[in-house]
C-alpha cells in the first residue's frame, strides 16, 4: 500500500489547512480510531493517505475544495491499481474518500472504514487544531475571523446578500455540529473534549468582539 513518504509528494508544501500536517494527523487518529472499533487497517491507512490527494485549496481554489473527494478518489483509483489492488478493496478505499465530505451527503459512509475515515477527517476540525485551521482558511480566502452574522444566517444557515463567512459563522454552521456527526463511540468519546475547547473558544471570541470581555 501507499507509504506516507509517498503521499507526501501528493500534498502541496504549502497549505495551512489541507497540507500533508493534516494528512499525518488523520493517519494517526483514523488508525487508533480503526484499531479500537476491529477495521480493516489497510484500507484506512490508505483512504486516509489518498483522502485529500487531489483539489487542495492553494492549488485548485475553492472549486478544487467542491470536487476534492471525486478527484482524490478517482486518483486512488490509479495509485492502488498500479499497485495490484483488487477492485473490490480499490472500491473500498474509493467510498472512504467519496464519503468523507462535511458538505456533500450524496454519498455517506456505509462501511466501518468509511465512517472512521469520516470521523477522524473531522476530528481534525474541532479542538485547538480545528480552530488554528478554520482561521488559517479564511486567511487564505481573504475572509474576517469574525464578523456578527445575520438573523437569517443564524436561523436559517443561508447568509444574507454580501454578507461575509467568518471563521465564527464557519463555527456555527459547521464545526458546533461535528460531534454530533461522528459515527463511532471511539470518535464520539474523543471529540467532548475537543468541542468544548472549542465552544468556549468562540464563545470568547464572540464577546471580545462585542467588547463584552
Partial sequence: MPDIETARKWYPQVDPVHGFDHILRVYRMAEKIAIAEGADLEIVRAAALLHDAQG???????KGRHDHHHASS??????LHAEGWSSERIEAVQHC???HRFRDNTESP????????????KLDVIGAIGVARTIAFDVVVNQPIYTEPS??????????????????????FK?????????TGTARNLAEDRHRFMAEYFDRLGAEERGEK
Avoid at 110 to 121: G, P, R, S, V
Avoid at 151 to 172: A, N
Avoid at 175 to 183: P, V
Fill in 175 to 183: 464545526l458546533s455540529k461535528i460531534k454530533d456527526r461522528l459515527f
Fill in 56 to 62: 487542495s485549496q492553494t492549488e485548485g481554489g475553492e
Fill in 110 to 121: 456505509q462501511t466501518l472504514e468509511a465512517k472512521i475515515i469520516f470521523d477522524a477527517d
Fill in 74 to 79: 478517482e486518483f486512488a483509483e490509479q495509485v
Fill in 151 to 172: 438573523t437569517q444566517f443564524i436561523e436559517t444557515g443561508e447568509k444574507e446578500p454580501g454578507e461575509p463567512h467568518s471563521s465564527y459563522h464557519e463555527y456555527l
Fill in 97 to 99: 474518500i467519496r464519503a
